[in-house]
């Protein structure tokens, strides 16, 4: 059973910075893509992040392009989302998604329970 637990989430002035963490458990994380989605009350999950399972390849929403990062380090089962600048609309629950197969193309198919991130004027 794949099992992901989100990390570093909390509350932010506008302009500072976090970083999210998720530690997977359940399979072998290496053979899979992983992502990034958040979720801002009353509207959709979109996907923020993702990165292939080698971490050669990333792709980013619009709105965070230049702002935040994703990386994995595979010896440590562990996906990273550095957020910089961070700004009031990037508020929403952050979860941490594991891919299908090897690149996000193929979809995601396990997630965490989500993590608050708030960002404050």
């Known amino acids: 059973q794949v099992h992901l637990v989100e990390s570093g989430g909390g509350l932010v002035q506008a302009g500072g910075s976090l970083r999210l963490s998720c530690i997977a458990s359940?399979?072998?994380?290496?053979?899979?893509?992983m992502g990034w989605f958040r979720q801002a009350p009353g509207k959709e999950r979109e996907r923020v992040a993702a990165?292939?399972?080698?971490?050669?390849?990333?792709d980013y929403a619009d709105s965070v392009k230049a702002r935040f990062t994703i990386s994995r380090d595979n010896a440590k089962n562990t996906v990273y989302l550095q957020m910089d600048n961070l700004k009031p609309d990037d508020t929403a629950v952050y979860y941490c998604?594991?891919?299908?197969?090897?690149?996000?193309?193929?979809?995601?198919?396990?997630w965490g329970q989500g993590i608050q991130v708030t960002v404050s004027t």
């Open positions: 998604a594991s891919g299908y197969g090897t690149s996000w193309y193929d979809g995601f198919d396990h």
């Open positions: 359940g399979r072998t994380f290496s053979n899979y893509a």
């Open positions: 990165i292939n399972w080698n971490g050669r390849s990333t």
